[in-house]
């Protein structure tokens, strides 16, 4: 994943390493001394939930956290950021997306929150009911995203990446042949309007 990779690199580059990942153990290198953490859920991204997130326990401290990322139509939302975030960060980090946009780029959102040990016991525990019970009833599935968006809230806008999405080689090209013979041609994206337009010209789709 092009967006991992580099928000992995660019980490590095400020002393947080990456080190290896065995199982559900992460091994990461912060200022030179070595750190481990279990990951102990994963929420998948889909097309509905425009996000995806991972809690996350540190053996070292005890401590439980949830990080997010995805689009910003989710996670600035307030639905999904405490009113710090909302109050404080959101607005800049707009300002910064909106930028990045207009010049191609796709961008995405970074969120977390610590959580309390008995908070996480009760939703893991209501988590894994349901999702047992979701196998021979899809009307859990409902609940169990209900359930997933409950746990992500509240949290802690950290900030918004940007990407180059390059495109791949001659398309600027093929697309000139389809337009000399007579071929429609549409760009279908769940991008935001302005990274769409960029593209568009970028590619010749439309002057």
């Given amino acids: 994943n092009p967006d991992e990779t580099t928000l992995v690199n660019v980490a590095a580059e400020y002393g947080y390493k990456f080190i290896s990942r065995v199982g559900n153990i992460v091994t990461i290198e912060e200022n030179n001394s070595s750190k481990q953490y279990t ?19 540190e053996p070292e401290t005890k401590k439980y956290y949830i990080m997010m990322k995805g689009a910003d139509s989710v ?66 599935e409902d609940k169990v995203e209900e359930l997933i968006k409950g ?4 949290m802690t806008l950290l900030g918004a990446t940007a990407l180059e999405d390059k495109l791949q080689d001659e398309v600027k090209e093929d697309l000139q042949k389809f337009f000399e013979a007579g071929i429609n041609v549409w760009m279908i994206t769940g991008d935001k309007m302005d990274t ?12």
């Fill in 75 to 140: 996670v600035l939302s307030p639905t999904t950021l405490n009113s710090y975030s909302l109050s404080y960060l959101v607005p800049s980090t707009k300002a910064h997306i909106e930028a990045f946009a207009r010049n191609g780029l796709r961008t995405l959102c970074y969120c977390m929150r610590e959580i309390k040990e008995d908070e996480y016991e009760a939703f893991n525990s209501h988590y894994s009911l349901l999702k047992t019970k979701s196998i021979t009833d899809k009307t859990c």
């Fill in 39 to 57: 990951i102990l859920n994963r929420f998948e991204f889909s097309s509905a939930r425009l996000r995806s997130s991972i809690i996350l326990l």
């Fill in 196 to 207: 769409a337009e960029s593209i568009g010209h970028s590619c010749k789709l439309f002057s």
């Fill in 151 to 154: 746990i992500e809230s509240g």
